[in-house]
């Protein structure tokens, strides 16, 4: 059961941000930090990627763990209040995902997720994105 009103509770769903997030810009401060420059939120490319390395053709999305469902991720579970409604909403985003993905690719992008939970690791995260970053198209 819900613990709070419905009033807070569509409070707290609209303070949900889509860009600026505290991961993501854990994600910028590390690529800016060893150099890379980047455009953010491309409104010309299939998904508005959150972070866009022209240079090296590569994109960034900075994912939820629960908006996105990150497949073994503990803050992945699903709520089990209203099943269908978040069913449905966390079904559509995946797919969303998985077709966005699809087109960036066929338009010749390499496109990397970062997931909210990876930004916990610094270190882990820099050694990734680097890697990501040095792979030749």
């Not at 939120?41 to 390395?53: C, F, M, N, S």
């Amino acid at each position: 059961m819900d613990t709070l009103t419905p009033e807070q509770r569509r409070r707290a769903m609209a303070a949900v941000k889509s860009r600026d997030t505290k991961p993501e810009l854990v994600v910028r401060r590390l690529l800016h930090g060893a150099g890379y420059r980047f455009r953010l939120q491309r409104k010309d490319l299939p998904g508005k990627p959150d972070i866009v390395l022209t240079r090296f053709n590569a994109v960034i999305f900075v994912h939820g763990c629960f908006w996105h469902q990150h497949s073994g991720c503990k803050r992945a579970l699903r709520p089990t209040t209203r099943r269908e409604y978040w069913e449905s909403k966390l079904d559509r985003n995946i797919e969303r995902d998985a077709k966005t993905k699809l087109e960036l690719e066929r338009l010749g992008w390499r496109v990397h997720i970062v997931w909210e939970c990876e930004t916990q690791n610094i270190d882990f995260l820099r050694r990734q994105l680097v890697q990501f970053l040095q792979v030749e198209k």
